[in-house]
């Protein structure tokens, strides 16, 4: 750098940088989790009407219509006869298809084989026929119940979006069961219960936390049986077992447990199957029994990810009465987990889910009619046909119009079939096209009642090949990855990292170069802490590339910030000189440092974050146990401490201005009524809040916050009277005025948005800024930037010391209500957003307070007399430098990393369950540095330029 | 009182070669495998199955290995006789110990009435190889721990046997934390037993490191008085 960076285009730089980033993350974002389009509403009785007329069915009749009319409809419009009445699905969790139906042609392995002697028996006689059900990632329950029941494959950020709400709003089969007026019960895992509200007549939710619970779980299902096999008001029966899950978990596919679990579920089915099925004692009409599994398991019995082990699920028929000749044509079969939803809704007369992707299942029609198969292959494929529609431009649709494909005289259908080729789009139409024409032939031929087997076949032959072609075409558009925009998104944010890394570089040449009169003179020589900070940004970006660290990621922060205070002490003792003597004790240095340590230990142990250990005791756990009287003791007195150590940090400054009265009396009253609002509301936070009172004092207090927050930020400025103090002094004031404002307003703000738990850390995070604050003040012999990163540090480990973790599961959703009456996505959002990163954004704000307080000292030490010379831009690079660049710095290398890292990790077991939560968590950390940096470049920029315009007018004047 | 103290430190530095370090480590370092020889096949248990007790065993038979050898090598023998460097270096051992076990709880070791007594035994054996040699060579003189601990300035072959192997084991012990927090389901992931291990591995390759720099100097002496 031969010519020195001025303020404007370190500025611009920085900026360009920032957008930059923020452009690269968006392609990338946009690139790595694609958002499907998806057909929003439920099908009616417009999915038997051909797809290219515009139905003028109002598609709301299903309300209108009674159950039963509706069900007489869809059985009329359907032209296929419905079997059965009733139905069973028993989903045995974890279960792999290879217990079953073995692997590769052969048969399962013989202790699986022995342990289910009675579904052996019935694969051979050719009453079941089961499948090897590919499942998606990510292998767990819920997105895999909400595959089999919507047919349609979730993308991430569906996960992501929808963490509020549990419920499956999507088009399903249990609501279209629900639609036709029939009764459902279940018994089970409770998953269903959460993604299915109100639509179960009676139920018995069991919950998968205990894992340990093998007997039990299954016990409490099966109690059940009895009773429900008796009565006949039921159609629908789920059965979710979850102890094969748990002997999976405990002791893995090879545990000991696993034969007799495997032997109590062939009992059930044996159960069923002669109690509901062959029995006929009863009048209930005839029963399909389907066994299902959600996921297969790994050797060890762990899922989530993609492995052939974990996506290997069953589905097995039972009752079908398909004529299936032997045991290898019952068990060496192939379909998607996906398949199962339409294969139910053909079967049992309702129309097929709105997004489904899943083609019906081979095999499963066989018993029915000729016309009634094509019929159903036709019905599958127009809803497939019209999900495409939303994704194919519809010019490449122009050939079909309304009703062209019941008269035959679609345009540009030639009644011959083609040989299909060229892009994908087009050769599915083609495939299409084609299905129609046989369809059509073999129609034709039937009225004239010439031989049709062999038409017949081939238009089956050619539906299938459409329907699998086009499902394996709208899958992979949900899980597909666009790598030119991917690559684009990473070489922005590098090409940005790199900007900002290099802005940094210069400016801290010029800084420690400059000034050739200082101690540290020409060469900089990295000393201790530099080096600490440096390999703790090495380190960070290292454990980010094992899913464990990510998830136990708070275990890094904790221990990197309290081995920096351990630096800080080591530095202290080194300059520590026994002719002081106890004159050490006097500046606080060392209190400071040790209430550091004994803040972040406390800190550390309030919440057992992370994923692995959450189990373990922590001060939460504890305090909550003892009482929620400790509880509340807890947040008053830090209530009253936080209102405390504000006012003692707001007149610290000894000036005895009239706004600084008036800020810290808007401080002491906001906080009186944050301790009301807490002592009066408190028990009725956890249910829904709509009290009047409540509501109003949260928004009294919102206001006073924000109107003293600004006014501070806007006034203090201009009411500079002192005369006797220098520029840089007044300005250094006024600075640590505002910023002490931000924090205590922020402070105060989550004490009343935090769960009651949470205001013991924050009180701490609070001793933390002031702490190292009054270090830093008293020379503390580190760099600048090494201050700045570490208070970026301490941020992020107070982020998960106020119980955060990289899973979207601790958000909290319930702070994300408070004070607001009616319901606001973008209001609760930012209240999220708030109660979440509310460490980081406290030590960002703090910097602030930072900035002043090196003013301060500056003007307190004499060299820098000549300050008033120097120009308004340098003194801005020189102070305002260091705390914008550093964090973005931090920030931007970490997040490139992470880039980069899920990028490499795309095909990981746990990309959606550990990688894709945390790049979230990255994102909104980038955007919680973006804001707190803009508040402080703009706090900072305004308070210099008036009060330097304010001298410069008091010089003229004098 | 400074005057004093370089004549001493000269006769320190004549008072062991590297080949006596050499040898001194080979003993602290054969009486370490002895303490986890008699854990294992006296009493049968090791580090992982019940490390308190073990721990117990190894750092009360290294404690008594380190004291009688570093106490021959105190400053000032005439003012401090052998004993009463026996005798400090005990109190030595209890003050290096809460020291030590104040720092693994800062760093973050787990608080709890279940953890109290391993974390107690875990600070002795630090504290033997990090306080006890420095107790029993110089006592209670801040100088001189001051001058070798912070500004790491030591003078003299004892001064970097006793520093960079406690400086090791420190530094061992911190980068043995490091697997604790991973989900491998290892028993040796608890606490202390991986940052023992660390620890022991420091310790060692801070008396390898110790050697060579001693071995270095003297050459670099050597060939600038030639």
């Not at chain 1, 016990?219 to 009895?226: A, E, G, M, T, Y």
């Not at chain 2, 006890?132 to 072959?157: C, I, L, Q």
């Not at chain 2, 060579?212 to 060939?223: E, Q, T, V």
Request: some cysteine; aromatic content about 12%.
């Amino acid at each position: 750098m031969t010519t020195a960076m001025t303020c404007t285009r370190l500025t611009f730089f920085t900026v360009t940088g920032i957008f930059l980033q923020i452009i690269g993350l968006s392609i990338f974002v946009f690139g790595f989790f694609p958002v499907k389009p998806t057909l929003s509403g439920i099908s009616g009785s417009e999915s038997y009407l051909d797809p290219f007329c515009d139905s003028a069915l109002n598609s709301n009749e299903s309300d209108k219509l009674h159950s039963e009319k509706l069900r007489l409809l869809y059985k009329e419009l359907s032209g296929i006869s419905s079997k059965y009445d009733r139905l069973i699905l028993m989903v045995i969790d974890g279960l792999p298809a290879e217990f079953v139906l073995g692997k590769d042609g052969q048969p399962p392995r013989k202790v699986w084989k022995e342990s289910m002697p009675y579904t052996q028996s019935l694969l051979v006689n050719g009453d079941a026929i089961g499948y090897h059900a590919k499942a998606a990632p990510p292998t767990v329950t819920m997105p895999r119940l909400k595959a089999m029941v919507s047919g349609a494959i979730g993308g991430f950020l569906d996960v992501a979006f929808n963490f509020n709400t549990q419920a499956l709003l999507d088009d399903n089969l249990l609501g279209q069961f629900f639609r036709i007026g029939w009764k459902m019960v279940m018994h089970g895992d409770e998953t269903w219960l959460k993604l299915f509200p109100g639509l179960f007549m009676r139920h018995d939710g069991v919950s998968s936390f205990f894992v340990k619970d093998t007997v039990q779980v299954d016990r409490n299902v099966s109690r059940h049986l009895p009773t429900e096999l008796n009565s006949d008001d039921w159609n629908l029966l789920i059965l979710h077992y979850l102890g094969l899950d748990h002997v999976g978990h405990t002791g893995g596919r090879n545990s000991p447990l696993m034969a007799s679990k495997l032997k109590e579920m062939d009992d059930i089915v044996k159960t069923m199957h002669l109690r509901a099925m062959m029995d006929r004692s009863h009048d209930q009409g005839q029963t399909l029994l389907i066994v299902v599994s959600d996921h297969g398991m790994t050797e060890n019995g762990n899922h989530g990810g993609s492995s052939y082990e974990e996506t290997d699920s069953l589905m097995l028929f039972i009752g079908l009465s398909s004529n299936i000749s032997d045991y290898v044509a019952a068990t060496n079969n192939v379909a998607f987990q996906v398949d199962l939803a339409p294969t139910l809704a053909l079967l049992f007369g309702v129309p097929i889910p709105k997004n489904n992707v899943g083609v019906l299942v081979p095999g499963t029609l066989n018993s029915l009619r000729d016309y009634e198969q094509l019929r159903a292959l036709e019905l599958n494929s127009w809803q497939l046909l019209r999900l495409m529609q939303a994704q194919i431009p519809s010019s490449l649709f122009g050939g079909f119009s309304c009703n062209c494909l019941l008269d035959g005289k679609c345009k540009g259908l030639s009644s011959d079939i083609s040989e299909c080729s060229g892009d994908k789009e087009k050769q599915l139409l083609c495939l299409f096209r084609n299905a129609v024409v046989l369809h059509g032939i073999w129609k034709s031929k039937k009225l004239t009642e010439s031989y049709v087997m062999e038409d017949f076949s081939r238009a089956l032959d050619a539906y299938n090949t459409f329907l699998k072609t086009a499902s394996e075409w709208l899958a992979s558009k949900t899980t597909e990855k666009p790598f030119l925009l991917l690559g684009l998104g990473v070489s922005a944010m590098l090409l940005s990292c790199l900007l900002c890394v290099t802005l940094f570089l210069s400016l801290f040449k010029e800084v420690y170069h400059e000034p050739k009169e200082r101690v540290c003179s020409f060469s900089y020589r990295l000393s201790l802490e530099d080096v600490f900070i440096l390999a703790v940004l090495l380190t960070l970006v290292i454990s980010m590339g094992s899913s464990s660290m990510v998830e136990e990621e708070h275990y890094v922060w904790h221990f990197m910030v309290s081995t920096f205070y351990l630096l800080l002490l080591f530095k202290k003792a080194k300059s520590f000189n026994y002719s002081e003597g106890m004159n050490i004790l006097r500046d606080y240095k060392v209190g400071s440092i040790f209430s550091l340590l004994i803040s972040g230990r406390l800190l550390r142990g309030w919440h057992q974050g992370g994923v692995n250990w959450t189990y373990l005791p922590d001060i939460s756990k504890w305090l909550e146990q003892v009482g929620s009287g400790y509880v509340k003791w807890i947040q008053q007195i830090s209530n009253f401490l936080v209102i405390g150590l504000g006012l003692f940090t707001l007149f610290r400054t000894r000036t005895k201005r009239k706004s600084v009265r008036i800020l810290a009396f808007g401080f002491s009253t906001c906080g009186l009524l944050v301790l009301l609002h807490a002592m009066r509301y408190q028990e009725a936070m956890f249910e829904v809040s709509t009290d009047y009172g409540a509501t109003l004092t949260v928004k009294l207090i919102y206001l006073i916050l924000s109107v003293s927050a600004i006014g501070a930020a806007l006034v203090l400025p201009w009411s500079m009277l002192n005369k006797g103090k220098s520029f840089v002094a007044e300005t250094g004031d006024c600075l640590y005025l505002i910023g002490s404002g931000y924090i205590l307003c922020w402070c105060l703000l989550q004490l009343l948005l935090q769960q009651p738990i949470n205001s013991g850390p924050i009180l701490l995070l609070l001793i933390q800024i002031l702490a190292i604050s009054c270090l830093s003040s008293k020379d503390l012999q580190v760099n600048e930037w090494v201050e700045i990163a570490v208070l970026y540090y301490m941020g992020m480990a107070g982020h998960f010391a106020l119980g955060n973790s990289n899973t979207l599961a601790t958000i909290d959703v319930a702070g994300a209500f408070i004070g607001i009456s009616s319901h606001s996505t973008i209001l609760s959002g930012v209240l999220m957003f708030m109660i979440t990163y509310a460490s980081p954004m406290l030590f960002v704000l703090s910097l602030v307070m930072y900035i002043g307080a090196n003013l301060r000292n500056l003007s307190h030490s004499s060299t820098v007399s000549g300050h008033q010379e120097t120009s308004l831009g340098q003194i801005l690079k020189l102070n305002l430098g260091f705390p914008c660049l550093v964090p973005l710095c931090i920030n931007s290398i970490l997040l490139t990393a992470y880039t980069v890292v899920l990028l490499l990790m795309r095909n990981h077991l746990f990309v959606w369950s550990v990688f894709s939560p945390k790049y979230l968590y990255v994102c909104a950390t980038t955007l919680c540095t973006y804001i707190g940096v803009c508040i402080v470049a703009v706090t900072v920029t305004y308070t210099i330029s008036v009060t330097s315009y304010l001298t410069t007018r008091r010089h003229n004047n004098s | 009182m400074k005057e004093g103290k370089k004549p001493e430190t000269s006769i320190n530095d004549d008072s062991i070669s590297v080949l006596g370090a050499f040898s001194v480590y080979l003993i602290t370092g054969l009486f370490l495998a002895v303490g986890f020889w008699v854990a294992r096949n006296k009493y049968s248990v090791d580090l992982v199955s019940d490390p308190s007790f073990t721990l117990r065993i190894v750092s009360s038979i290294e404690f008594t290995v380190v004291v009688i050898i570093y106490s021959l090598f105190r400053k000032t023998p005439e003012k401090c006789s052998y004993f009463n460097a026996l005798g400090r270096s005990i109190l030595g051992l209890i003050s290096g110990a809460f020291i030590n076990a104040l720092g693994a709880i800062a760093l973050g070791a787990p608080i709890g009435m279940q953890y109290l007594t391993k974390t107690i035994h875990w600070s002795f054996l630090m504290s033997v190889f990090t306080f006890v040699p420095a107790t029993a060579v110089f006592g209670a003189s801040w100088t001189d721990w001051h001058r070798v601990f912070a500004s790491m300035k030591p003078t003299g072959n004892i001064e970097y046997m006793i520093f960079v192997p406690a400086y090791g084991a420190i530094v061992g012990g911190w980068f043995g934390a490091w697997p604790m927090p991973l989900d491998w389901e290892r028993p040796w992931q608890e606490w202390p037993i991986c940052v023992c291990y660390g620890a022991l591995g420091g310790y060692i390759v801070g008396q390898i490191v110790s050697v060579s720099l001693m071995f270095f100097i003297r050459k670099h002496k050597n060939l600038k008085l030639a």
